[in-house]
């Protein structure tokens, strides 16, 4: 199979604008991107960056001012109805459901609006709250859910259809460590074992961390990295080898010439005798290189360890600032 026919999201110059009483918001400002199919794929990006207009546009809940999308082949301007056919949303940020009915009424009133026939509607509701552990909560009131319930039950509506490809808005904001787990859990086995793609809006740099197979990380509209969270860790050169050696080397004009290092820095610890030295490299065999250039050079690798990058870190070589901040100058 070629990597065209399996794409379910193709996104391509994607431009979106509204009209403010300031004058033009550039939302989206030409996106491209494609999306695998039985990937997670994240869209990452702090508060304003175009995150929730993109996935209100592939699931057709809004327009764009410019470019196309494809979701499983159909414009989602000009083929909406065949989209809606074959994809779902949810957003966590709404955790939408009908207040004064149970929950399972509530997953069963969207399974008829998709048309399910009766006993396929109540197979999917038993094992999607399996899946999800809502079976105990079923028949509790809507309202009555806690926040982390009445999330489950969101999700768990975001797949009632079967569907094909599912966008999710901030999928476990606000939720306790343990209940955001078992959401990304179940998210992780319906794309590998059921095969649906599933894109993720979030700020969430644990979430994609966690689950995303590849990112795209936006910011003022505009995608500025793409890749596995593996890849952008890796093209940011983050601190990838820190030593400890003693005596604190005079200089560390021996790790320049190791190829495949791209720079160091060191601090020394006079009273223990050691400087810390974190050196950033292309390849494992570049950090073996700075360890044997260290040794040869007289000096003792007392300890040495890995350090990966974090995509809070990639973020910050990126942007400039980390997400808390930029959340804080958009709060203020
Ligand atoms: N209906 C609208 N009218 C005017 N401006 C809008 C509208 N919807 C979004 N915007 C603007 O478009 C930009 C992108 O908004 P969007 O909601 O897509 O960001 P986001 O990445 O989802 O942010 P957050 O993390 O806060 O959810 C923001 O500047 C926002 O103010
Ligand atoms: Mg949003």
Not at 20 to 25: F, N
Not at 118 to 133: H, M, N, Q, V
Not at 217 to 222: F, H, L, M, R, S
Request: charged share 25%.
């Amino acid at each position: 199979m070629t990597r065209e026919s399996t794409r379910s999201v193709e996104v391509s110059g994607l431009k979106r604008e509204f009209k403010s009483k300031s004058g033009p918001v550039v939302a989206l400002d030409g996106v491209s991107l494609d999306v695998g199919e039985g990937e997670i794929f994240g869209v990452l990006g702090p508060n304003g960056a175009g995150k929730t207009t993109m996935i209100r546009i592939l699931s057709t809940l809004l327009l764009p001012t410019g470019g196309a999308a494809k979701v499983m082949g159909f414009d989602v301007e000009h083929e909406p109805e065949k989209v809606r056919r074959v994809i779902n949303m949810a957003s966590g940020a709404e955790k939408a459901g009908y207040d004064f009915i149970s929950a399972k009424r509530n997953l069963w009133f969207f399974s008829q609006l998709y048309g399910m026939p009766s006993a396929l509607a109540e197979k999917r509701i038993t094992e999607l709250s399996e899946t999800l552990g809502l079976t105990k909560y079923l028949d509790r009131k809507f309202y009555a859910l806690s926040t982390g319930y009445r999330q489950r039950a969101t999700i768990a509506r975001a797949f009632i259809n079967d569907p094909k490809v599912v966008f999710l808005d901030e999928p476990t904001i606000g939720l306790d460590v343990m209940t955001a787990r078992s959401i990304r859990d179940f998210l992780r086995s319906e794309a590998s074992k059921n095969g649906r793609t599933i894109m993720l809006a979030t700020h969430n740099m644990a979430e994609v961390e966690a689950i995303c197979d590849r990112v795209a990380i936006i910011d003022k509209g505009k995608i500025i990295a793409a890749g596995t969270p593996e890849e952008l860790k890796r093209r940011l050169g983050a601190p990838a080898l820190v030593m400890e050696v003693s005596p604190p080397p005079k200089d560390l004009e021996m790790l320049r010439l190791v190829a495949g290092v791209k720079g160091f820095t060191s601090s020394a610890d006079d009273e223990r005798e050691l400087s810390t030295i974190q050196v950033v490299v292309e390849s494992d065999a570049a950090s073996k290189g700075a360890l044997d250039a260290m040794t040869a050079s007289g000096h003792k690798v007392v300890a040495s360890w890995r350090k990966e990058a974090t995509l809070e870190e990639v973020f910050v070589a990126l942007v400039g600032s980390g997400f808390k901040e930029r959340e804080e100058e958009v709060g203020s």
